[in-house]
């Protein structure tokens, strides 16, 4: 064989293997959306019922860590 024939195979090859890959993964994401739609669909995620009670606790919950963080920060720079 001569060589321009080996490279020119072997550039077909490159690209036959190249573009089988290309479509598996094209052919992967179509699968996975589906099947990401298929288990929204008959499994959906809860959603928490909001109220003015959780609200208010996630506000106290926020105002505590603020103030354990400055605590910390003021008891750091006392320290030194």
Same mark, same amino acid.
């Given at each position: ?24 993964? *094209? /052919? ?5 959306? =589906? $099947?990401?739609?298929?288990? @929204? !669909? ?22 505590? *860590? /603020? ?5 910390? =920060? $003021?008891?750091?720079?006392? @320290? !030194?």
């Amino acid at each position: 064989m001569e060589e321009t024939s080996l490279v020119y195979e072997s550039v077909k090859f490159m690209l036959l293997g190249m573009g089988i890959v290309y479509l598996f993964l *094209v /052919v992967m994401v179509f699968v996975m959306n =589906i $099947m990401s739609n298929i288990i @929204n !669909k008959y499994f959906p995620e809860p959603h928490p019922a909001e109220n003015v009670e959780t609200q208010q606790t996630t506000k106290n919950d926020k105002t505590k *860590v /603020v103030a354990a963080i400055t605590a910390a =920060i $003021m008891h750091h720079q006392n @320290n !030194k």
